[in-house]
């Protein structure tokens, strides 16, 4: 009995071992093997000197980053709470859960700390990923290739001490030498909370050297991509967007092979047997990473793989669409938000506060205006700005054939913008185009595109605001009236309409050149704001409609300033907050969701617009001089440049808080 007992013990060991550590120094030589064949290329996003855009962080060497004077080993419990100072790999191989990483800065208020530490660490150390093979025992036929790369920084909407990602490639066989022998089936690169899934030879995985798959780290979160573009996150996508549209540098990282057995790898580097944290505690999403060994696809890697991979990422539509993109909306909305909870997350008071204030300014703004009574005819009559939004909304449900005509020119004329938009975005880096000697020059013809976009934009607002003008107008002389009727009327009256339109939006362009004077181009802006429904329902000059606008502003610039701001706020805003609402609780694809947004902005604006002529409507029938409620100006008008006006009428004193 003790003479077959040594064998019987050992063949007992090997069967409950685990299948990791009964790999041997010949499985290891084919998996470095392995790993060097099909090592990363990295394009990293263009960086930006003032370390705010771009790229600033690349895959780092661990263990230049250990060691540093500026790192230090923290426990878990209340300052005093220093552990070390410069801890190296071996001080913390004896694992210590709930202790963190101290890196140098304040993640929740990064600046260029960081983004100079990492350049001033890397400067030294070449770029590094770290490779590992394992077998997975669910999984014994495969095995997995993982590569993992280091980021002393998320620079993401969820800033954070410490990041690693990782691309992963399955192959259908049992042992490393086996793998060698094949292209792997599978490839998988991590995105936040989750990963994307490839089939080798698929046309999103880009190959080089014939082994080498490429990855784009998008700018600040480094999640791992497969091309150039700007990616939606939902979900296990991470919450706002990724973007890799602009890679500036390829790197070739060094290949640091991680043994297969724990016993291996923790001789080599004991720093993958830490449990705490790589990178400073914080509350919610800025917490610092646990490393790769405490992530289920360092053991597990194939069933991780079946649980977390997907087949594709959702991406923002190429191209514009009508008004403000849903998607476009959706990333500042969410780079916006988080940057408020990074400045607020220590200071929950002022959190508070702003969301306090915020409540009272849209109570008061509510309460200091009537929304009953509003009905839309006739047009000529006194109105509070709340009561001019509600008949607006009552005219386009009265007469929606109407305001889906208003919608379809809309429609036509923003469509011939975008087209021009896109043609300009063309020609933008085209190096052959006249006048640009190189690629980042904006070149003649773009130019050239860019100033027919500003002048088509222009003219679409102001043909918009002019029709529906004209068709208040007929509808308070009871004639009848259509989408078609109103644009003839507005094509006949061009030279004024043109004339205002040219010097409001020129004079509005001159004033904004200067810091200095931009609280006169927004005084400006108000005080003129009425020139276009003037020159349209008045039929005066250009030149005297803006005069004329200026009057009916005279001495409530303020509650004529607020309202505007609130109703094409409102009409801006409708089609992005749908759609942002149809991204956050559905999961339709961003195409059909853009689409929506614009089809709701191309109805919003309208209604948006004929609320503005209301409030016109609202100022005239107040000011001596002005057509009265009811009385329609039958021959062109003529505005002295001091006086109130050559025609007088007795009107009653009615207050508005409009």
């Known amino acids: 009995m003790k003479g077959i007992a040594a064998p019987l013990a050992m063949v007992m060991f090997l069967c409950l071992a685990d299948p990791a550590d009964a790999a041997g120094p010949p499985d290891d030589a084919a998996a470095q093997t392995l790993a060097m064949r099909y090592s990363p290329v990295v394009r990293l996003q263009e960086d930006s000197s003032n370390c705010a855009n771009g790229e600033q962080f690349q895959p780092t060497d661990v263990e230049a980053v250990l060691g540093d004077q500026q790192v230090a080993l923290r426990g878990p419990w209340r300052p005093p709470d220093l552990v070390k100072p410069q801890p190296e790999g071996k001080d913390i191989r004896l694992g210590f859960p709930g202790h963190f990483l101290d890196f140098p800065g304040d993640p929740l208020r990064p600046g260029c700390t960081y983004a100079e530490w990492s350049a001033r660490i890397n400067a030294a150390h070449p770029a590094t990923v770290y490779a590992h093979v394992v077998r997975d025992p669910a999984f014994p036929g495969q095995i997995s290739l993982e590569y993992w790369f280091f980021y002393v920084f998320n620079d993401y909407n969820n800033t954070h001490e410490g990041d690693w990602e990782s691309i992963l490639l399955v192959f259908d066989a049992a042992t490393p030498a086996a793998a060698l022998t094949m292209d792997p089936t599978a490839v998988g690169f991590s ?249 980042t020059a904006t070149g003649f013809w773009a130019s050239l595109l860019a100033l027919a976009v500003s002048l088509l934009t222009i003219s679409t607002y102001v043909v918009l605001l002019a029709a529906v003008t004209t068709t208040l107008d007929q509808l308070d002389r009871g004639a009848p009236v259509t989408a078609t009727l109103a644009l003839r009327q507005v094509m006949s009256n061009w030279r004024p309409l043109t004339r205002a339109a040219v010097q409001y939006f020129a004079v509005i362009a001159a004033l904004t050149l200067f810091v200095a004077t931009i609280p006169l181009a927004v005084y400006y802006a108000v005080s003129r704001a009425f020139a276009v429904p003037v020159a349209a329902a008045e039929h005066c000059r250009g030149s005297t409609a803006l005069r004329r606008s200026r009057m009916l502003v005279r001495g409530r610039w303020w509650r004529t300033a607020v309202p505007l701001a609130i109703i094409v706020g409102l009409g801006l805003i409708a089609g992005p907050v749908a759609g942002i609402t149809l991204l956050l609780g559905t999961d339709l694809p961003a195409t059909l969701i853009n689409v929506v947004s614009s089809l709701l902005f191309a109805l919003a604006m309208p209604i948006a617009s004929a609320a503005v002529v209301y409030l016109y409507f609202d100022r005239a029938v107040s000011l001596p001089g002005s057509p009265g409620s009811g009385e329609m100006p039958d021959a062109r008008r003529t505005y002295p440049r001091d006086g109130d006006g050559s025609v007088e009428h007795d009107l009653p004193s009615v207050r508005s808080d409009s």
């Open 191 to 439: 995105q936040h909370g989750g990963a994307e899934r490839a089939r080798w030879g698929d046309p999103k995985l880009e190959i080089v050297d014939g082994t080498r798959p490429v990855v784009y780290p998008a700018a600040g979160s480094h999640a791992n991509k497969y091309g150039r573009r700007l990616y939606l996150g939902r979900g296990s996508e991470g919450l706002g967007c990724d973007d890799t549209t602009n890679p500036g540098s390829e790197l070739r990282p060094r290949v640091a092979y991680v043994p297969m057995t724990r016993a291996d790898y923790v001789q080599q580097y004991p720093w993958l047997a830490f449990e705490g944290r790589w990178g400073e505690r914080q509350r919610s999403f800025f917490d610092g990473p646990t490393g790769p060994n405490m992530k289920t696809s360092w053991t597990a890697p194939i069933q991780d793989a079946e649980a977390t991979w997907r087949d594709d990422s959702n991406t923002v539509p190429a191209g514009t669409l009508l008004g403000p993109s849903s998607t476009s909306a959706f990333c500042a909305a969410v780079a916006t938000g988080s940057n408020l909870v990074r400045e607020t997350l220590d200071r929950t008071w002022l959190l508070g506060l702003l969301l306090a204030a915020l409540v009272v300014l849209i109570w008061f703004a509510a309460s200091r205006t009537r929304w009953g009574g509003a009905d839309p005819l006739p047009a000529r009559r006194r109105r509070a700005w709340g009561q001019a939004v509600v008949a607006a909304l009552r005219l386009c449900r009265h007469r929606p054939g109407l305001f889906a005509g208003f919608a379809t020119a809309f429609v036509v004329l923003s469509l011939v913008t975008v087209t021009l938009a896109d043609l300009q975005a063309a020609r933008r880096d085209a190096p052959v185009d006249l006048g640009a000697p190189t690629e």
